[in-house]
Antibody, heavy 120, light 112 residues
Framework: QLQLQESGPGLVKPSETLSLTCTVS??????????WGWIRQPPGKGLEWIGN???????YYNPSLRSRVTISVDTSKNQFSLKLNSVTAADTAIYYC????????????WGQGTLVTVSS | DIVMTQTPLSSPVTLGQPASISCRSS???????????LSWLQQRPGQPPRLLIY???NRFSGVPDRFSGSGAGTDFTLKISRVEAEDVGVYYC?????????FGQGTKVEIK
């Protein structure tokens, strides 16, 4: 059973970089059968897809964030990460990581989410 | 981007009675591979979203059979045959046919 856990700072200053990690258990981050993604949810609001990364490092990002976002994989730690630079208060949200087999769209396995607040 | 529009935005229901949520997409969700990647997710209060239905009508692992999905093209429906107390929350439709993946605004299901 795939399990995911997000981690990272809960508070980030405006104009700085938001960095989150998702630790994977029950599956290998190196496997070609899975993809790895991030979704966010501003407090009290709806869901926004951020992006996915696939085997071989192929990634797709939401155009609304593409210039600021990077998703990458760390095979040595069985983790994948999200970096969002030049953050503003509008980036305050609960950030979820998610995964599933590449044939399963959308992903059925989600982390519990982590709240990131952008404030000075 | 494909815009997903849900109705209603709020649905008060009586325990044991059915509930229905509609979702309309701004363009067809039929993928070039022939599949329609329309899904429904449930978000209970204080919880992460949970995948209920994928490819219009397929229940994800562990989802009770009182949840069902239907539709085609641009019009889709989620039905709960008999609402239980644990079904309270916000329901989202979502399309994964085309990047960027997009969600509906959410429909809040609450008990009368």
């Amino acid at each position: 059973q795939l399990q995911l856990q997000e981690s990272g700072p809960g508070l980030v200053k405006p104009s700085e970089t938001l960095s989150l990690t998702c630790t994977v258990s029950g599956g290998s981050i190196s496997s070609s059968i899975y993809y790895w993604g991030w979704i966010r949810q501003p407090p009290g609001k709806g869901l926004e897809w951020i992006g996915n990364i696939y085997y071989g490092g192929i990634s797709y990002y939401n155009p609304s964030l593409r210039s600021r976002v990077t998703i990458s994989v760390d095979t040595s730690k069985n983790q994948f990460s999200l970096k969002l630079n030049s953050v503003t208060a509008a980036d305050t949200a609960i950030y979820y990581c998610a995964t599933d087999r590449v044939q399963q769209l959308p992903p059925g396995y989600w982390g519990q989410g982590t709240l990131v607040t952008v404030s000075s | 981007d494909i815009v997903m529009t849900q109705t209603p935005l709020s649905s008060p229901v009586t325990l044991g009675q059915p509930a229905s949520i509609s979702c309309r997409s701004s363009q067809s969700l039929v993928h070039s591979d022939g599949n329609t990647y329309l899904s429904w997710l449930q978000q209970r209060p204080g919880q992460p979203p949970r995948l209920l239905i994928y490819k219009i009508s397929n229940r994800f692992s562990g989802v009770p059979d009182r949840f069902s999905g239907s539709g085609a093209g641009t019009d889709f429906t989620l039905k709960i045959s008999r609402v239980e107390a644990e079904d309270v929350g916000v329901y989202y439709c979502m399309q994964a046919t085309q990047f960027p993946w997009t969600f509906g605004q959410g429909t809040k299901v609450e008990i009368k």
